[in-house]
């Protein structure tokens, strides 16, 4: 009997990658390719959509030769994404009419604190979508498009404008324009969706002068979306069956299925969920409250906090710095010295995160000295990426009223020791990384076995999960009081400002 496949995508901030998982739930293996980042001025952040397409259709044609499959034997596709990223194209010939305005972006950040100034308007946006206003969200990617591309509102007036995230692009050009279509975990993320009735919300939409004709259909995360055809690199009638934001996905991989759970993702941002279950946590210490996934008629909801720049920060080390060949490189390199020594990093390049929102604050190293070397810089490079973290955590457990006990970490940068080591002594607790770190992925693809029955239901998924490593913090409370200390000194800095504390 022929083996069946799940092929999973994970289009991400960098690069692209087709999975092959097979019919028990084993990572077969993965195909990637990178694509360009598009810089236009000091804070923007593009990407041109066709590129981002041709990087999948690699992948999943480089996945199926290297690993000798039939496209013939694949049951379903999950898909995974970026998720606050927006491409906007022409609905009759599927052309995109603008670069994909990225996630990392701020150049609407004006528009943002304009209407930040008004109370009512951030509580009312914040009681509908769990989310604070922040250039980082999809809505005012989507006004801006429609008020600056003349073509945008040529189309719109037309009704042939079709504007939505990744997935959505996704999804359309898999279908050859059948499906427009997105899930709650993704539409969540706009800034649009009301998360409640989980419908896009006439207020909202009236707010950022956004037409609901433009926007996809919202679905639940595990059902039939659409048919592959008309592709090059598959055959037609391949049901597409999952779809779910890349965090989210990575909370849905780490088998976090009950109220509590908590995962972080080390990738090009470093990203913290805690599963809150049916319940709606409203935070009061800069976390998010978004849709964790829908499953039939029963939603999860997470707590969210994000750091934009997390493994970018050693990208930026590699290719502008250029101190290192290759990121792999950076924990050798960090590892040449016992600390920073003072040094201290704030990746604010794109903006402060969570639980911070300084859209305007900028990258800062201090305390560098005469005998401060690249090897400073690398180590201070890791704290920065575990220290964000712990102040995610910390506010998450002034949001909770108690600790977080257990952090699950995945994503390409888990697979650093030395910065799972650093992560555990600075949080204080024990930090455990899984057998499979491409979590997100791989949570994409048993949403696509769910959505066509093969699996029953989460506690079948729960059986898949497999611990690799345990990293048991080695410093003591007073080391940690320390440092953290230093750290905030270092983020007052950065965002110009008073930061009050969080521990």
């Not at 810089?39 to 290297?66: A, F, M, R």
């Not at 994404?81 to 927006?86: D, M």
């Not at 999952?242 to 976090?256: E, K, V």
Request: with cysteine.
């Amino acid at each position: 009997m022929e083996k069946k496949y799940i092929l999973a995508i994970d289009q991400g901030t960098t690069s692209s990658r087709a999975v092959l998982i097979d019919a028990s739930g084993t990572w077969i293996g993965s195909a990637e390719k990178e694509f360009p980042q598009i810089y236009p001025k000091p804070g923007w952040v593009e990407h041109d959509p066709e590129k981002i397409w041709e990087s999948i259709e690699q992948s999943i044609t480089d996945v199926l030769s290297k690993f000798d499959v039939n496209p013939s034997t694949i049951l379903s596709i999950g898909i995974t994404n970026q998720r606050e990223t927006v491409i906007a194209w022409h609905a009759k010939t599927s052309k995109p009419i603008y670069n994909g305005i990225v996630w990392q972006c701020r150049r609407t950040t004006d528009f943002c604190n304009k209407i930040s100034k008004d109370k009512t308007t951030v509580a009312k946006i914040k009681r509908k979508t769990g989310l604070v206003i922040d250039p980082y969200f999809s809505a005012s990617k989507i006004q801006w498009i429609l008020k600056n591309v003349p073509e945008a509102k040529k189309l719109s007036s037309q009704n042939l404008l079709k504007v939505g995230t990744v997935d959505s692009y996704l999804l359309w050009k898999l279908t050859s324009g059948s499906a427009h279509k997105s899930d709650v975990s993704n539409a969540s993320r706009t800034m649009l969706l009301n998360i409640k009735s989980l419908e896009w919300d006439s207020d909202l939409l009236s707010l950022f002068k956004i037409p609901k004709s433009i926007l996809p259909q919202v679905e639940p995360s595990a059902c039939l979306f659409g048919h592959t055809k008309g592709l090059a690199c598959l055959p037609d009638g391949i049901p597409i069956t999952g779809m779910i934001g890349d965090q989210q996905g990575a909370l849905f991989g780490q088998a976090c299925f009950a109220p509590g759970q908590l995962k972080c993702t080390y990738g090009t941002g470093s990203f913290i969920l805690l599963n809150t279950g049916n319940k709606l946590i409203y935070s009061k210490h800069g976390m998010l409250t978004t849709v964790a996934w829908r499953l039939g008629n029963v939603t999860s909801y997470a707590l969210e906090g994000g750091a934009f720049i997390c493994g970018a920060a050693v990208q930026w080390l590699r290719d502008g710095l250029e101190i290192i060949t290759s990121s792999k490189d950076v924990e050798l390199l960090a590892q040449e010295v016992e600390s920073s020594e003072g040094v201290e990093f704030v990746p604010a390049l794109t903006g402060l995160g969570a639980p911070y929102w300084v859209p305007n604050a900028r990258g800062v190293i201090t305390g560098l000295t005469r005998g401060s070397r690249k090897s400073h810089i690398a180590r201070a490079t890791l704290d920065s990426m575990a220290l964000q973290n712990v102040d995610i955590i910390l506010a998450m457990e002034k949001d909770l009223g108690k600790k977080i006990s257990g952090f699950n970490a995945d994503g390409g940068a888990a697979s650093n020791n030395l910065l799972m080591q650093l992560q555990a002594d600075y949080l204080g607790q024990k930090v455990i990384r899984p057998k499979i770190i491409e979590t997100t992925v791989y949570g994409a693809g048993l949403l696509a076995g769910l959505g066509i029955g093969l699996w029953k239901d989460t506690s079948d998924l729960k059986k898949l999960w497999k611990e690799d490593q345990k990293f048991i913090s080695e410093i003591s409370l007073k080391e940690r009081t320390v440092r953290l200390q230093s750290w905030n000194r270092a983020i007052e800095m950065c965002a110009q400002k008073k930061i009050s504390k969080l521990s």
